[in-house]
Nanobody
């Protein structure tokens, strides 16, 4: 089974930028969906953005312009760029991968793989 490992988190000052990385240990079957979720302290995990193996991106956050999700399947790596970081971006960011429902182009729940998460702390 493919495993996911996130990196790139750390402490950043507000207004700065950060790139998160998610390395997959192998090649996943297609079609699939990879995504970034975050969990702020005391809150539920929420979807930030996702991208299908076909390149379709979806952003679930309100300030979409500050986030860019991308993937390089030649490197089995998923990326998340965050610009103009704000204290409310603080949280653990998790990488997720799953086979894709061909009709809805969404992850097939129950078949998801999760990474361990990487902590992002934004100081004001």
């Amino acid at each position: 089974q493919v495993q996911l490992e996130e990196s790139g988190g750390g402490e950043v000052q507000a207004g700065g930028s950060l790139t998160l990385f998610c390395a997959a240990s192998g090649t996943m079957n297609r079609p699939n969906v990879m995504g970034w979720y975050r969990q702020a302290p005391g809150k539920q995990r929420e979807l930030v953005a996702s991208v299908t193996s076909g390149g379709l991106t979806t952003y679930a956050v309100s300030e979409k312009s500050r986030f860019t999700i991308s993937r390089d399947d030649t490197k089995n790596t998923l990326y998340l760029q965050i610009h103009n970081l704000k204290p409310e971006d603080t949280g653990v960011y998790y990488c997720n991968a799953a086979p894709m429902n061909r009709n809805s182009r969404t992850p097939i729940r129950g078949l998801e793989i999760w990474g361990q998460g990487t902590l992002v702390t934004v100081s004001s």
